[in-house]
């Protein structure tokens, strides 16, 4: 077989670098191996419209199954890579890898796109049938089916995903109990006004939400789980549970490599890790705050995994990288429906604007007088403002941004760096 490049993940990532390459002209072999059996397909829907059966998995596809054919990219789909070597010498980047039943595949260029897995909880009764996880389409499509038959719902993490899913539950007419280990809901991406929004919002529809609350175990009868254990011994029953308590950055490849791992695969701006002949993009990687450049995030977005894959197939070809765009984030929890611009890592004020019990409202995040980014509820218009003002270099100043009489847009203005060296 020939060598080309090869990309090891066939997801949101993997895909855009596959096709990303193929824009930029390359004309060498491409092979994208997948673990799933499934063409790669869109996550996004797997907690919101596809749980809720208002999509069928065939829908979730990001492309057609001829496109893969007619540009060449060859997509190997149910192989999961356990081996890749570099040659010491030869071609540079010049390697193998070998998928679990055996299979090799040489390659020239290699890049990762492996994405994370969701972390397990390893507490007593943890394998009892009726604990799940939500990463891929298949996990969905078991969830899906067992949400038809549950009556009683325990979601351990209230993140994202975890809130997504009891929304969707809860429409469904189900009780529904979110367990989460911190004294606020999503608090590792926004300021405690909007954890508490969400808090008082989901308890408005019937979502019966348990902060600072951690799991001892779960019990079961006959294998199944009956209960969640909490620590301070109280007991909820539950028919299913959903344990959404975040994911870990699959890092086995390069750990394998040698490559500068935390907490992820540490890469640079250019999507280059820390062997040159090596590149990596999406969820798995740790990267510079690609808006200040100051220390390393990890980015778990499907605007993230778009934008880096982009900048690596451009820097896997020598191209000058494309302009990274600002960050960017959704999460529908029923009709709430929250927008991210920016990000808000390392905010030291934030002003709120509108009243969030009113569910259509905005908090703006600043570091030093500076905007960084936007949580917007129900309320597109001022996300699309800040996303401007963030695009554009601008800013909307912190002593203005809470007048809900002016709309957003009309506040952008430049910022005082910008003004002061005009
Ligand atoms: C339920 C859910 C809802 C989400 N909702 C949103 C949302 O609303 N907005 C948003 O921006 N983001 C959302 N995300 C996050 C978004 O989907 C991810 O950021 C995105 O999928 C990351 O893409 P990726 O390609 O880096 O990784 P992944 O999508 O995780 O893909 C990695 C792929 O690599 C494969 N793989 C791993 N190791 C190997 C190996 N050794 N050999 C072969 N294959 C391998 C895996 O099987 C997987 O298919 C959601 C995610 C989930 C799970």
Redesign the pocket.
């Given at each position: 077989m020939a060598g080309g490049t090869l990309i090891?993940?066939?997801?949101?990532?993997?895909l855009q670098l596959a096709v990303s390459l193929r824009q930029w002209g390359d004309t060498e072999p491409i092979t994208l191996?997948?673990?799933?059996v499934h063409p790669p397909y869109q996550?996004?829907p797997?907690?919101k419209a596809f749980l809720a059966g208002d999509t069928d998995a065939e829908s979730l596809a990001f492309r057609t199954p001829s496109y893969y054919a007619d540009t060449g990219i060859q997509l190997v789909n149910g192989?999961?890579?356990t081996e890749v070597t570099l040659s010491p010498s030869g071609r540079p980047g010049s390697g193998a890898a070998t998928t679990a039943t055996g299979r090799a595949l040489p390659f020239d260029r290699l890049a990762l796109?492996?994405?994370?897995a969701p972390r397990r909880l390893a507490v007593p009764g943890s394998d009892l049938d009726g604990i799940c996880y939500?990463?891929?389409r298949d996990d969905a499509a078991v969830l899906r089916a067992r949400l038809a038959a549950a009556s009683r719902i325990v979601v351990v993490g209230g993140g994202?995903?975890g809130l997504e899913a009891a929304a969707v539950a809860r429409a469904a007419g189900k009780d529904v109990t979110v367990v989460e280990a911190a004294d606020r809901l999503i608090s590792r991406v926004v300021a405690p006004v909007v954890s508490e929004f969400y808090r008082r919002a989901h308890a408005r529809r019937g979502v019966r939400v348990l902060l600072s609350a951690a799991v001892a175990g779960f019990d079961g009868t006959s294998g199944r789980v009956r209960a969640v254990r909490l620590t301070d011994a109280s007991v909820l029953p539950a028919d299913l549970v959903l344990v959404a308590v975040g994911v870990l950055p699959?890092t086995e490849?390069a750990e394998q490599l040698g490559l500068e791992c935390e907490q992820g695969i540490v890469v640079d701006g250019y999507a280059r890790t820390s062997n040159p002949r090596v590149w990596a993009?999406?969820?798995?990687t740790v990267q510079p705050h690609p808006v200040t450049g100051e220390g390393r995030v990890r980015l778990?977005?499907?605007?993230?995994?778009v934008a880096q894959a982009s900048v690596a197939a451009a820097a896997l070809l020598g191209r000058p990288a494309p302009t990274r765009t600002v960050p960017w984030?959704?999460?529908?929890q029923g009709d709430l429906k929250l927008q991210i611009a920016g990000l808000s890592t390392g905010y030291d004020e934030y002003v709120v604007r509108g009243e969030p019990d009113s569910e259509r409202f905005s908090v703006l995040y600043y570091r030093q007088g500076e905007l960084l980014a936007i949580d917007a509820v129900n309320n597109p218009g001022d996300y699309m403002a800040v996303r401007k003002a963030l695009t554009q270099g601008a800013t909307v100043r912190p002593g203005l941004a809470g007048d809900l009489g002016t709309p957003l847009k009309s506040l952008l203005a430049a910022r005082q760096d910008a003004v002061g060296s005009a």
């Open positions: 090891v993940g066939a997801s949101q990532a993997g191996v997948g673990e799933e996550r996004p797997l907690s192989e999961r890579i796109t492996v994405g994370a939500l990463r891929d994202f995903i699959r490849l993009a999406g969820d798995c778990e977005s499907v605007q993230n995994a984030f959704w999460s529908y």
